[in-house]
């Protein structure tokens, strides 16, 4: 089978499209998954950068995200079957394989059926954000009704998915974007004020828009710069997540004159440290998130698909920053 490999650490040219064995059940739980698509993320950029997470290093396959056909399944397998259509999150990090390939082999428990509405290029776009976004309103900030919340980089892969989450519980919206084609699609999925950061004070829109008051939730998806920015622009008793490193020289005394609660999400941690708890709680995620796809409440914008060998061209326009909605793998 064809799979995009890393055997050093770099920059795009590093993915290499190599020839490996069609991988093989070794469990009794195990499924075989015939890859149609795989997702590309940030954090497969920065595996490829810096080397993997986990300590069984390189060679390595990245992508957490997938979608696909299960081919064949092992004698305790009672959730799957041949020819059922998966999506996961599962492996890209390190130690499991990823998804930049033909084929994976998975324990069945880490899969869960994929949506009936969307083909399987949506599908493999949307477990890590929908994850993501999920755990920063839900777990980390316990969005509820009638809240305002802010979504940095609202057109992005997790902002945008966070926008329609957070007006599916009743809350109100508003969202930074870089320009009016960006603007014009977070308005579509419920944003109902966007600030454009480069030409409009953070602070004082958000002010303007809350009558004074500040945002009850605000999401970081950018950095540190915005994190601290963003500060000054909560109620008080307000709820800060970021889903990045906030930076080591932080001022929190006006973090904590507001009282606000400030989190860290990352949707990894549970792969990272093998917590069957937490992974158990990311499946019923996907699977409400599924339910709402199906229903036509929740879509995943994917607003551009490579080939498997134009990985590396994929992970170059990731990085220049101004992606709309996800780029994806298209293996079919």
């Given at each position: 089978m064809n799979v995009i490999e890393i055997q050093e650490t770099g920059g795009p040219e590093v993915l290499r499209l190599v020839e490996r064995p069609q991988p093989e059940l070794t469990g009794p739980d195990d499924i075989r998954v015939r890859l149609c698509a795989a997702g590309v993320n940030p954090i497969d950029t920065k595996i490829r950068q810096?080397?993997?997470m986990l300590p069984e290093g390189l060679p390595a396959v990245l992508g957490?995200?997938?979608?696909g056909v299960v081919e064949a399944v092992g004698e305790d397998v009672t959730r799957f079957k041949p020819g059922d259509e998966v999506w996961f999150c599962h492996g890209g990090l390190g130690g499991a394989a990823g998804n930049y390939a033909e084929y994976r082999?998975?324990?069945?428990?880490?899969?869960?059926a994929k949506?009936?509405?969307v083909g399987m290029v949506e599908a493999a776009a949307a477990p890590l954000v929908l994850l993501t976004a999920w755990e920063a309103l839900h777990d980390r900030a316990r969005l509820a009704e009638g809240q305002r919340v802010l979504i940095h980089a609202g057109a992005g892969g997790v902002g945008h998915v966070a926008i329609q989450l957070a007006r599916l519980a009743g809350a109100r919206v508003c969202t930074t974007v870089s320009g009016p084609e960006k603007a014009a699609l977070a308005h579509e999925l419920g944003s109902e004020f966007c600030i454009n950061y480069h030409d409009e004070d953070l602070v004082e829109a958000v002010m303007d828009w809350t009558e004074g008051q500040g945002v009850d939730i605000a999401l970081d998806t950018v950095g540190p710069e915005v994190?601290?920015?963003t500060i000054p622009a909560m109620a008080h008793y307000g709820d800060l997540v970021t889903i990045l490193d906030p930076g080591p020289e932080l001022d929190l005394k006006e973090a904590r004159l507001r009282n606000l609660r400030l989190s860290l999400e990352l949707m990894l941690t549970p792969m990272l440290y093998d917590l069957p708890r937490a992974r158990l709680h990311q499946g019923q995620i996907l699977r409400r998130c599924g339910d709402l796809i199906d229903r036509g409440d929740l879509r995943v914008h994917v607003s551009q698909t490579f080939a498997l060998a134009e990985a590396a061209e994929a992970h170059r326009l990731l990085e220049q920053g101004h992606v709309t909605g996800k780029l994806v793998l298209n293996l079919e």
């Open positions: 810096r080397g993997p957490c995200d997938g979608a082999v998975i324990d069945q428990q880490f899969v869960q949506p009936r509405a994190f601290r920015r």
